[in-house]
């Protein structure tokens, strides 16, 4: 199971917020992708992998917002480490 938060609060896909999952050459690639972005999406965004109920991996990131910015997607990509 993949879980995104932001600011510890559990993030879902809807209208401008994409949440996606493949498998490249044995690796799972989770994305979080914003078609827009508003300032109350800033913040940290984590996410976690759970297998059999423990943490697996995690991966943080910021999202901030430059005005003036035209790009029209945006993306946090998890690069995924194993937790210990």
């Not at 609060?9 to 949440?19: E, I, S």
């Not at 984590?46 to 990131?61: D, E, L, P």
Request: proline letters at 4%; charged letters at 20%; glycine letters at 8%.
């Amino acid at each position: 199971m993949v879980r995104w938060t932001k600011n510890g609060q559990n993030v879902k896909q809807g209208r401008y917020v994409r949440l996606s999952q493949e498998l490249v050459a044995g690796v799972t690639k989770v994305s979080l992708k914003f078609d827009q972005v508003f300032p109350e999406d800033e913040g940290e965004y984590t996410c976690t992998v759970i297998r059999n109920g423990n943490v697996v991996a995690n991966s943080k990131g910021n999202l901030q917002i430059v005005p003036g910015n035209k790009s029209l997607l945006y993306s946090l990509l998890a690069l995924l480490s194993p937790t210990h």
